[in-house]
Structure formats: C-alpha cells, structure tokens
C-alpha cells in the first residue's frame, strides 16, 4: 500500500556558471542544475567519455548500450565544438559525459493503439496514452504540459494529435461496442475460511537495516518466512532507489522509489511498480533479469559496486518512463510484455471501466491500451495475467460478503468476462488486499501477513499466516513457485506451493 513520503521534490533553478571540465583545465562555458533533470535515451548507442573540453570529448571508455534503458539522469551539460555533452547519472550512479544526440530530442512517444470498451459513465484520459515527451535538449517534460487535441474520450472513436514545442505524435482510439463482453455475477459462493485479524495501514515493521537505527544500509542476511507447508526465502533484496535520492530529482519523473506496490515474474524476468507518493497514479516499472543477476544482496549497491559489474547489471536492469499505472498492484506478464490494470483505488464500486496497459518488456513503454468493464456494478481492484489473451480479476467489497472471481479472455481487442468462482467470508477483517496472483489451477489472494489459496472454483484450500509486520506488495505465481514481495526495504521472496 502506498505510503506518504516526506520531503516534495521542488524542481531546482537552473543554474549558468563557469567550471573546469577535463584534465587540461580548460575552462568552457557549462550549465548546470542545482537538481537533477530526466533524460530520455534514444535508439542509437553512443561513446561515453571521461572528460570534455571546449574542443569536445576524450577518454572513451563505453558505450550507451549497457545504459540506455536505466534511468537516465543529469546536473550538467557542457557546449563544445563537437555540440554538446551531458554528464549522465544512470540508476543513480555517475557515469560519464554522451553526446547530447543520444537523446530522444522533440519527441513525443505513445502507445500505438487504444481500444475503449463504449462507456457514457467514463471518460478515458488521453494523456494516459504517452510515455515520455522530450524538449530540443533530449530532457523529460512533465506529460501534463503536452498539448492535446482532445482531454479525453468516451463513446466515439477518434484520433488525438499530441504536441510540444516541435514534437508532435498521434494515437488511433477506437471505441467497440462491449455489448457480449460483461458477464454476470451468478456463481454461489463455496464455504470460506475463518475470519482472521491483522494490522491495518502501513508496514509496522522492516527488513533488519530498513530503519534510521541502521541508516538504511543494504542487507547482508537473508530471510525464511514458513507457514503451513509453504516456505518463501529471500531471492533478491532490491535498491532502495533505482535513480538518485529524496529532493535531487528536477522533475517528477526522476525519482525511482521507494515504495512497490506490484509485481510479476515470468521467464525469469522480474518486474515492478515503483512510486514515490500514495496519491500518484503514475511511476515507473524497474524490470531485473534475475537470470544474471544471481546475487540476493548485490543489487543494493549499484551506486558502489566496481564498475565492472555495474555495468553488467545496468545492462540487465530496465527502467520505464514515468507513465500511467493506477495503483499499480496488479500485474502480470508473458514472455514478451508486462500488463498492469491500472484501477483507481481511492473508487470503491460503480459504473466506470477500467485500463489494461501492455508494456514491452524490451523497451518498457507502453505498445496498447485497452478499457474493460467485467459486469455491471463491478469495479474490481485486484488482478493478474496469465499469457497475453488471459487476465483473472478479483472483485470485493463491504456490500459484498464474498470474493468473486472472473475471468477475461481477449479476442482481439475484445476482453470478455466470466465468473469462474466465489468463497463466502471476508477472509481478513480489517486488512485490504496486498495481492493477487494464479497458478496451476489456484488463487493466491494476500494480506499483511496473510496469504489464502483457493481453487479455480472458489473452494478454500490453505491458509498461510506469518509474522513480519511488513506490508505484502505483491504476488505472482509461476509454475509451482509463488514469488511474494515485501515492503521495508522492498524483498522478492520465493517459494514452492
């Protein structure tokens, strides 16, 4: 759950002086930010140098390619000869000075299709669609300030024209009729499972170093959580920030961390949703390729391990742009996108349809958008994917004394919904829903300390209770394993159920 973060970032001025750059000690006329500003990495790859002087760079010693999909950011730019260079930051960590053409200079990207499900009741927001715009210099702009043709669309499809300064992108909506696409609420629940009790709110407690006792250090011991035949150990004990820390960041797009909120693990490619505030409904999605990233404790340290094996895990860490999520609990995955439905969770129930955003895992923007609505009166805040044509929802609330459980199966760019089961009972009394997650045939549905396993069919199976005091943030199953993340400090954990 989302957690208020103290310290709002205020963008800095931007500050115009002169500064030695290079080993000659030449001076050259340079700009510098009192905080950090976004850069958005383009297509091609570019040397990075050490130095820079008036007559241009020196001290080539990699390349852009290990880099280009992190978080990308800078103080200073430097006019030379040669045009001019920025000093990038990337995942926090200083790197060296690029070429300011290796930035996505006056571009706007946005996902290449919308597909609305017809709705007089909801108005889709057009800028939920953009990934990132850039200004001349290759520098993130707040999506906000992006002109747009049209704020916002419901029930007659359209093309939104969007533009800033010289850059400019278009999006196709298409509005389809979702007359066969909602289902009815018509399963009878199977018997539950005791009403238990937890804490409500935030996490009441952290990982050993997560606290100002320790400083925030990075962990050195891993964890054992066992409960009723399930056993989840510590896979990897993620970076605090994955960009630089609290009030460095410009913009709003900066900062990466600290709070999760979602996840997914498919292929071994676990992704993300991080925020920095609890009443944003945009972040970013920071993917690790847990494939060569073996490490439980490494990654922690990305602003101080050797250069060597920065860069390896650069090269195996992605970053999205500061895009649209919605709460951003529920996740899932294939073997070539992430998906997230992005729900509003301050809404508790009514008439509004809901986004699926397809993101490509390759270079983590946005490809699609669809809207969705499951049945009438049903706005459901808990979901997962299953491939690239299935998503399973979660639907409950106080009117409702039962869980329900649907099913949506694209066709096209249709999302049909069926009921597939229900349990009776409130499960947690007085917790909401941390997670959710299927596999091999079972619900896995979380709490703060409480994790329940249901059939397909809504009949309950397991009860699994531990005693951390941090809030879970989300679940994913993957064959038989379930991949459970904690908060404070966010900790991926695995294991077999």
Sequence with gaps: MKKSIKGIVIAGAVLTS???VGAQAQHVNAKSYSKAVTKIAGTKNYPIYHKVTKNGPSGKF??????KYGQIQSKQYVSTK??????????????????????ARNTISVAND???????????NTRDAINYATDSHGTAIDPDRVQVSQASVSTKATTVNYSYGKAKASV?????SGNDEMGEANVTPKSGFKTTTTWNGGSKGSSRNWNAAHHYTSETTSNTFKSNGLTLRTRLFQPRFVSLGYGQSADKMGQVGVIPEGMTVNGGIFATSMFTSSSDQHGHIVSYNLNTIKSKYAVQNLTTMNWSTFKSYANNIKVSPYIKLGHGQSLGSSSDYIYVMANDNNYNNGP????????RKSDMKINK????????????HNATFVGDNTMYALFHNGGHNHYEYWKLTRNGDSWKATEVGATAGSFVSNSPVQGFAYGNGSFFIGFNDNIFKVSENGAAQKHYRFNTGREIEGLSANGSDLYVQFAQRAELTQGRF
Excluded: H, M
Aim: with cysteine; charged share 20%; aromatic share 18%.
């Design 18 to 20: 002169l500064f030695t």
């Design 62 to 67: 990699t390349s852009t390619s290990y880099f």
């Design 82 to 103: 040669k045009g001019n260079f920025w000093n990038i930051i990337v995942d926090g960590r200083p790197v060296g000075w690029v070429s300011e053409n290796c930035f």
């Design 114 to 124: 919308v597909s609305l499900v017809k709705n007089s009741d909801y108005s889709f």
């Design 172 to 176: 196709n909506i298409d509005v389809r």
């Design 352 to 359: 509004r349809s809901e986004e699926i955003i397809q993101i």
């Design 369 to 380: 958008i669809w809207t969705f609505r499951i049945a009438e009166n049903r706005y459901i």
